[in-house]
T-cell receptor
């Protein structure tokens, strides 16, 4: 069966520091991969999605970037974090239009 | 702005009662999905209803879709305390199914 792993689960970073969140999927090949961000008590905002290695689409201009170095690996990065980058980041993969989410990474920027 | 908007934003009921949540959207869709999120966790897919379907059931869940009104409802019957969570609708705007747009969610609390 397919599983999705996302880490770290929680992260506290100072403003201006770099960020790297990693997501890997097991049990499937060539999945569509997604990064969403969720502000406290709010819905999900799509940040990036990828339909294949090296193919990244950005939905919102921001301080973040994404990369897909391997088929089942999706990385969210920032060179310099802002306070507004705080939030709950969710990685997901899809099959037949349905999304399967990781457990999320809670980022607090101080 | 968000494609889907849930109503109400928060709902508190007693165990055993039914819970109804509504979702309105703005543009034509390929399908509409409902997800559940326990506090601090990832979202879990509940049910998908296609644009040519009007009603769908899954256990205690019943989803309706009215494309003429651009709205959907999620009914949870005989609610349990374990149903306490946030519920989100998501719309698939393109036929490739690559992108889902989520609403702000309904926070459901079921009191034992």
């Amino acid at each position: 069966s397919q599983t999705i792993h996302q880490w770290p689960a929680t992260l506290v970073q100072p403003v201006g520091s770099p960020l790297s969140l990693e997501c890997t999927v097991e049990g499937t090949s060539n999945p569509n991969l997604y990064w969403y961000r969720q502000a406290a008590g709010r819905g999900l905002q799509l940040l990036f999605y990828s339909v294949g290695i090296g193919q990244i689409s950005s939905e919102v201009p921001q301080n973040l970037s994404a990369s897909r170095p391997q088929d089942r690996q999706f990385i969210l990065s920032s060179k310099k974090l802002l306070l507004s980058d705080s939030g709950f980041y969710l990685c997901a993969w899809s099959v037949k239009g349905e999304l399967f989410f990781g457990e999320g990474s809670r980022l607090t920027v101080l | 702005s968000q494609q889907g908007e849930e109503d109400p934003q928060a709902l508190s009921i007693q165990e055993g009662e039914n819970a109804t949540m509504n979702c309105s959207y703005k543009t034509s869709i390929n399908n509409l999905q409902w997800y559940r999120q326990n506090s601090g966790r990832g979202l879990v897919h509940l049910i998908l209803i296609r644009s040519n379907e009007r009603e769908k059931h899954s256990g205690r869940l019943r989803v309706t879709l009215d494309t003429s009104k651009k709205s959907s409802s999620l009914l949870i019957t005989a609610s349990r305390a374990a149903d306490t969570a946030s519920y989100f609708c998501a719309t698939d705007l393109n036929n490739a199914g690559n992108m889902l747009t989520f609403g702000g969610g309904t926070r459901l609390m079921v009191k034992p």
